[in-house]
């Protein structure tokens, strides 16, 4: 049953009950028919992530097939953001998350046992990029240094989202110290821009697209503006996962390598993916800006993202990348 918009930004915000929640991407459990290897062993896992545009790579996967391939049958859990998945990821109650970077950055400082065991999607470079702090098309914001003194929301507090857009507002000339960053779910984006609850907003596509397509404005692209390339998500799990079934962790690896090889080599599967799970037109979903999907990390922009949380006092040090970081 397909879900709207409304009903997964509830399921969004929901993050504390994650063992509630199901993706209409997940494959029924099925017996093995008698032309298949009754032998064979399905291992369920299930897997936090955004109901966001990027999230498109692994419904599209999963529709292929390839996680069955690889004995492994995911349920999607709805979640907000990374760092509040990781919760889950402790209680056992999830087995991997899909999120940014940051959460694991700091459940490192805290010595929690979480590691990123590859990566799952990165900003582009250059061009349209895969989100963007975006305003009403009164709002009087143009450019970054305008979003000082405002309301700007992010999808979860305390991590890249504010970061970069601070880095971005500091040195466009603005005073990033006197933003107010407020947590709203992406879904919810547009009706709080509408509502005057917020001045602008960081969002991807399509919550982006949303904005911009009914004359709202796209001010900048934070990612560009001060890390050009950074990791958007990455694959995150627990160390005690990985020591204790290391056969599920390289199942789920060599999964996800395929699965994101696919993604970035089948845009139109993962556009119809987008289209049926986020209740979009099929043409709407096909005007998305994808990510680069890849599960191959870039670890020096994750290092530089530190650095900067680091300089903005976000953390107090920088975590240990050799305990962190585990490509798998």
Known sequence: MKKSLATLGLLAVATLAL?????????????????????????????????????GALWAAIDEGIFADHGLEVEIVPAQGGAQAIP??????????????????RADLQDLGVAIIGDYANSLAEGDDVN???????????????????????????????????????????????????????PDVKAQLEAGTIDAAWAPDPFRGMVVSEGGVSVMAPYQVTIPGLSVLTNITTQDLIDNDPELVTAYSEAMTEALAFAEANDDAVYAAIAENLDIPLEAAESIILPTFTFEMDVDSIKTLADLAVTYEYINQLPDFDRLIQQH
């Open 88 to 105: 889950a990821l402790l209680s056992g109650d999830i087995q991997f998350a899909i999120g940014q970077p940051f959460g694991p950055i």
């Open 19 to 55: 063992s509630g929640c199901t993706d209409s991407a997940a494959p029924p459990a099925a017996a093995p028919s008698d032309a298949e290897d009754a032998t064979a062993e399905v291992t369920k896992i299930r897997v936090a992530a955004l109901p966001i545009a990027e999230t």
């Open 132 to 186: 963007a702090v975006v305003a009403l098309g009164d709002s009087g914001i143009a450019t970054p240094k305008d979003l000082a003194g405002k309301k700007v929301s992010v999808n979860s507090l305390g991590a890249a989202g504010d970061l970069t857009i601070r880095a971005a507002v500091d040195a466009d000339g603005g005073d990033a110290s006197t933003i107010e960053f407020i947590e709203v779910g992406f």
